[in-house]
């Protein structure tokens, strides 16, 4: 469509056709188009179609144009994140307190569940594997496994590994290494340091449970080496004391009657009607005769108090030897 444009237009001269408006620049010596007079409504652009769109939430348009996308997270939840289910669990005021997201492999996804693990119990007796409901702890104890679990113990030298001490120890006694058996034991330690002092008197005791007139033999730890001054036995009883053990076997099948053999390893022997001290005068030496010598007093010892006791037997003795 042609323009009749005015033949001799002045500098700024505005001309308009078919609602387009052209101003005369008379120094390029051209119209310019200035735009339209009238108001042009774009289309709304579609799949198919181009058009214009519309600035909604979320999107701007900055001062050079630019359309720009902006995240707004005031009025959003972790709920609408594709990787996150709540899996049927309500969270809200009154529950799901202190629960946690943890990936649920199962669900392919975060879901709420309780935290486990890490904390573990607050006390010792809380644990699976500690037991202070049959021996309650007392203060000192000390934890002591048992194999399957751990329970209160009293840390005495009796409970270690390398202390052999079958009977409670005597007054005065002492731990002192065998070699021989590789553990500590009780024994008594005679003499003193470089002036070779004398030993005190001292005692020793066992006892066994027996039937009326049933012997069994026991030892008692004494010296290597003795001077025997007393015999004393809690009930009436008849006791032997021999250098070894082999001389006690020896020995078994001899009645009460018969004397023993010179020689046959017995060191002294007495028999009470009631619980007695019996001296032994003039005092013995006694000392045990094993290949390697140790501290043990080998005694037979038979129940004559008429019914089930008890029998203690106390040797009263001064050792002459370690």
Not at 127 to 138: C, G, I, M
Not at 215 to 238: C, E, F, G, R, V
Request: hydrophobic share 35%; net charge negative.
């Amino acid at each position: 469509m042609a323009i009749n444009f005015p033949a001799s237009p002045s500098n700024g001269q505005i001309h308009t056709a078919s609602n387009l408006q052209w101003k005369w620049d008379s120094t390029g010596g051209t119209w310019l188009c200035q735009g339209s007079t009238g108001i042009f409504t774009l289309g709304i652009a579609s799949a198919n179609s181009l058009g214009g769109i519309q600035v909604g939430n979320n999107l701007t348009i900055d001062s050079s144009g630019t359309l720009d996308a902006q995240m707004n997270l005031n009025n959003e939840s972790i709920s609408e994140l594709t990787d996150v289910t709540f899996n049927s669990v309500t969270l809200d005021g009154s529950n799901g307190g202190g629960k946690v997201l943890a990936w649920d492999q199962s669900l392919q996804a975060f879901a709420p569940t309780v935290q486990s693990g890490g904390g573990g119990s607050s006390t010792l007796s809380g644990l699976t594997d500690t037991d202070f409901t049959s021996v309650a702890p007392q203060a000192g104890n000390y934890l002591s496994y048992t194999g399957s679990e751990w329970v209160p113990g009293s840390a005495t030298i009796l409970a270690l590994a390398d202390v052999y001490v079958p009977t409670l120890p005597n007054n005065g006694q002492v731990l002192v290494w065998d070699s021989a058996n590789a553990y500590w034991k009780a024994d008594t330690i005679s003499g003193g340091g470089g002036g070779g002092g004398a030993s005190s008197r001292t005692s020793a005791q066992a006892s066994i449970g027996l039937v009326n007139n049933a012997a069994a033999d026991i030892n008692i730890t004494a010296a290597k080496t003795y001077a025997l001054h007393k015999i004393q036995t809690s009930h009436a009883a008849w006791v032997t004391l021999y250098v070894s053990d082999a001389a006690r076997s020896a020995d078994s099948s001899r009645t009460e009657a018969q004397d023993p053999n010179p020689g046959s390893g017995v060191i002294a022997e007495i028999i009470t009607s009631d619980g007695a001290i019996q001296n032994i005068t003039p005092g013995t030496i006694g000392w045990n005769d094993e290949t390697t010598p140790t501290t043990d007093a080998y005694v037979k010892v038979v129940n004559k108090s008429g019914s089930t006791q008890t029998i203690t037997v106390t040797l009263y003795f001064v050792a002459l030897e370690a």
